[in-house]
């Protein structure tokens, strides 16, 4: 009797230990942990996309927690979430032009605010607002990441559209990134063939803060590794007038299909061989040529 009242007791202790590792985990992984004390100043960031991030998230930088989501609210007739970070006051020097995104714990923790330092000598102070921002990326985007696609730059200060026409687009389609030096700069919105001109037009809508691009550029169709998704390159050219909304992209390069590339390389194969082949008959003939009666007397 009394080994089983042991067994029981031992049982109840294991189970109490168990629910108060798993309150203490809980705590430690979610915004109950995250509670704000000190003095602290209030700067805002907006978002595009704000994923599950919540209230009481924390604001990091390096890793380390600087602050915490104070709120997050609905911009006024806008699709864009107006965000709201305590910051403490000890952290006061963060330069003016940082970089506020949306970053998640692990594969399937909470979401958090990072932020990475910019080069400005002025800073944030209280009232601030973070310009640069990066939203939170679906699972989505980076699967297409993960293929090579990449993603298009979040353009919350609103954007202007350019065209070109592209003789072929292979596997291009609506929402690819529009990419310059290898950066995001926008996105496809529109790929429809032309009746008359018997060719494919592409609308491009770029994010406005990249309004220097000059009009004599030229845009090109390239795709990001071996087998990954297709984007469009911007090619920067040396005319001192910048690209303005509904202007056209004279100079394309259209997308090389992989067909054509294996065709080059086994074209280019056979000549050379062929060339080899030739070159090698050609010095016995001659040599036999050149003297038929050897031998003879």
């Not at 109950?32 to 907006?46: K, L, W």
């Not at 926008?186 to 063939?193: C, F, I, M, N, Q």
């Not at 050609?282 to 050149?290: D, E, L, R, T, V």
Request: glycine letters at 12%.
């Amino acid at each position: 009797m009394s080994q089983r009242k042991s067994y029981a007791v031992g049982t109840g202790m294991f189970i109490v230990l168990g629910f108060a590792a798993l309150v203490y985990l809980a705590t430690q992984t979610s915004s109950i942990a995250n509670s704000h004390q000190g003095a602290s100043y209030t700067v805002d960031a907006q978002f595009a996309n704000i994923g599950a991030l919540k209230e009481r998230a924390p604001v990091k930088v390096a890793g380390v927690r600087i602050g915490q989501v104070q709120s997050i609210s609905l911009e006024p007739g806008k699709d864009v979430a107006d965000v709201s970070l305590s910051i403490d006051k000890k952290y006061a020097q963060i330069p003016a032009d940082s970089v506020a995104t949306i970053y998640t714990s692990g594969l399937l923790g909470d979401q958090y605010v990072g932020v990475q330092f910019g080069n400005a000598k002025n800073y944030l102070a209280d009232g601030g607002h973070i310009g640069l921002t990066k939203s939170t990326q679906p699972l989505e985007e980076m699967l297409g990441k993960f293929l090579g696609g990449g993603s298009a730059a979040d353009a919350i200060g609103g954007t202007y559209n350019v065209k070109a026409s592209f003789t072929n687009v292979g596997a291009l389609a609506v929402g690819a990134p529009v990419k310059m030096a290898g950066v995001a700069i926008g996105s496809v919105t529109d790929v429809k063939a032309d009746p008359v001109k018997l060719d494919a037009t592409v609308t491009m809508s770029i994010d406005k803060k990249y309004n220097q691009i000059p009009d004599d550029s030229a845009a090109a169709i390239f795709t990001s590794g071996l087998i990954g998704s297709q984007y469009v390159a911007i090619q920067p050219g040396g005319s001192p007038n910048s690209l303005k909304d509904g202007d056209q992209l004279v100079l394309t390069q259209s997308a090389v299909q992989l067909e054509d590339l294996i065709g080059k390389f086994l074209v280019s194969g056979s000549s050379s061989g062929s060339n080899a082949n030739n070159g090698g008959n050609n010095n016995p003939a001659g040599n036999g040529s050149s003297n038929p009666n050897a031998g003879k007397h």
